[in-house]
């Protein structure tokens, strides 16, 4: 089981690990209100595909929980569940929270 | 003034990884598979392998899988115990697949739609699993097996070549959406080879696939590690998207 704020510290650490591989220029600050998919997005579409897997591959090695954040349920939602920092982060609480429910 | 050009990268991804590289063969239990296991293991290689069954192979640097790749949970659960274990898988062999002769009059729809589950989502599932723990390290090697089936349109075996065909086009588009991480993707097509899959085909319809072959002889397990061994070399890493079909046939 993981908290709201480790949610956020992977979500976090994950998008600054892309920034450190990719050549996008990265944000002043990153906060829950960073924009991630869609206009004003500080990542571009492959950097969403990073960022996801990087996300998973922390919570995987990190907290022994492993997920698939692009699921049916997820790709099937009318706002993604990836545009911002803090929905993200929302994302990965209730998807790690039934993974280890199971 | 415009902008001075960047100079184009001559290397995409990281340098190879030391050995003992991590190899996960899947359908290794017996066949091509089991003879791929042993080929890299006598190389130094540490291989993981998955069946659905158990496998009888006992040596230190093998650790089997009783998984169905066509198992989503279950692909997950292997591919996070091997990056537990080893933090890194370098290469894939998927060699897992299911095969079934038949007339496409006469083909039931619970038999296609299994051929395709193991043979296409399966091959993937664990693409897809092992590609993300290979993006971290930037670099990996994924070899998807087809048949020499698919382009010579042998009758009796429609749906079967048609799940094969599809992972060639998968593989091609992998190519494309994991180059950017060091990561190459490639397919061969073996001629036939005496295994389980094929024990129960007709030896007349085996002649006339030979036959018609430019190499008119059977192929060996050593066939498939040849071209193994060329796609997953670390001077490969510009060879991908590519299908090579044995015994002439393009």
New interface residues.
């Given amino acids: 089981m993981i908290e709201l704020n480790t949610a956020e510290a992977i979500v976090v650490a994950s998008l600054r690990e892309v920034f450190a591989q990719t050549d996008l220029p990265p944000p002043e600050a990153i906060t829950g209100d960073t924009v991630l998919v869609g206009k004003d997005a500080v990542i571009d579409s492959?950097g969403v595909v990073?960022l996801i897997?990087?996300v998973?591959?922390r919570l995987?090695?990190e907290h022994?929980i492993?997920v698939?954040l692009a699921n049916d349920k997820a790709m099937s939602q009318r706002n993604s569940p990836f545009r911002t920092v803090a929905v993200l982060t929302e994302h990965l609480l209730s998807t790690a929270r039934e993974a280890t429910a199971q | 003034m415009s902008e001075p050009k960047k100079p184009l990268p001559t290397k995409i991804g990281a340098d190879a990884p030391p050995m003992p590289r991590v190899m996960l063969i899947t359908g290794s239990r017996k066949g091509i598979g089991r003879f791929l296991v042993e080929h890299y293991l006598g190389q130094g290689y540490l291989v993981e392998g998955c069946s659905r069954g158990e496998s009888d192979l006992s040596h230190p640097n093998y650790h089997h899988h009783s998984v169905d790749v066509a198992d989503?949970r279950g692909v997950?659960?292997m591919i996070?115990d091997i990056?537990?274990r080893h933090k890194r898988i370098d290469i894939v062999l998927n060699n897992a697949a299911i095969a079934s002769m038949n007339h496409v009059l006469l083909t039931p729809a619970a038999s296609a739609n299994r051929m395709f589950e193991v043979n296409v989502t399966g091959t993937m599932l664990v693409c897809r699993e092992a590609a993300?723990?290979m993006?971290?390290k930037r670099w990996g090697r994924i070899v998807n097996f087809t048949t020499i089936v698919a382009p010579i349109a042998l009758a009796g075996e429609a749906i079967y070549a048609a799940s094969k065909s599809a992972v060639v086009t998968l593989t091609r588009i992998l190519a494309f959406e994991l180059g950017?991480w060091g990561i190459t993707c490639n397919s061969f097509g073996a001629t036939p080879i005496m295994t389980d899959m094929i024990r129960g085909v007709p030896a007349d319809k085996i002649d006339a696939v030979v036959n018609n072959l430019a190499i008119k002889r059977l192929g060996t397990p050593t066939d498939c590690s040849n071209v193994c061994d060329f796609f997953i070399h670390e001077q490969s890493d510009n060879i991908t998207g590519q299908v090579i079909y044995l015994g002439g046939i393009t």
Avoid: D, I, P, Y
Wanted: no cysteine.
């Fill in positions: 492959l990073s897997v990087e998973e591959q995987e090695t022994a492993s698939v | 989503e997950r659960t996070a990056n537990r993300k723990v993006m971290r950017q």
